[in-house]
């Protein structure tokens, strides 16, 4: 054989395997790519979901605060009337029964 086609075909297979490597490499990255982009996409969508649950649970949270204070306001006005309810009712001689909390009628 003529050794310029042994070199031209040693060449040519050089250069088939080159390019057949070129693509499965560009393949590969093209699927990394896309694998990163995906990964990006759910970590974007997992920090917007926990924003929003965040803000949620700070939401509750400032409902939940303003309840209980709401609620303890409540209490004082109540806890204010039964004083002055049990005064009035000493006041005119009665004595008020006065149960024990836990105690039910």
Do not use: K, W
């Not at 490499?25 to 979901?49: H, M, N, S």
Request: no cysteine; proline share 2%; aromatic share 2%.
């Amino acid at each position: 054989m003529d050794p310029g086609i042994i070199v031209g075909a040693i060449g040519a297979a050089a250069g088939l395997l080159s390019t057949l490597y070129t693509a499965r490499q560009a393949r590969r990255a093209a699927q990394d790519q896309e694998a990163a982009a995906e990964r990006a996409a759910l970590r974007q969508a997992e920090q917007g979901a926990y924003q929003r649950a965040s803000a949620f649970d700070v939401n509750t949270q400032l409902r939940m605060q303003a309840e209980i204070a709401r609620q303890a306001e409540q209490i004082r006005v109540l806890q204010r009337q039964v004083a002055r309810l049990t005064r009035q009712l000493t006041q005119v001689g009665l004595v008020p029964e006065i149960e024990e909390e836990g105690e039910s009628v």
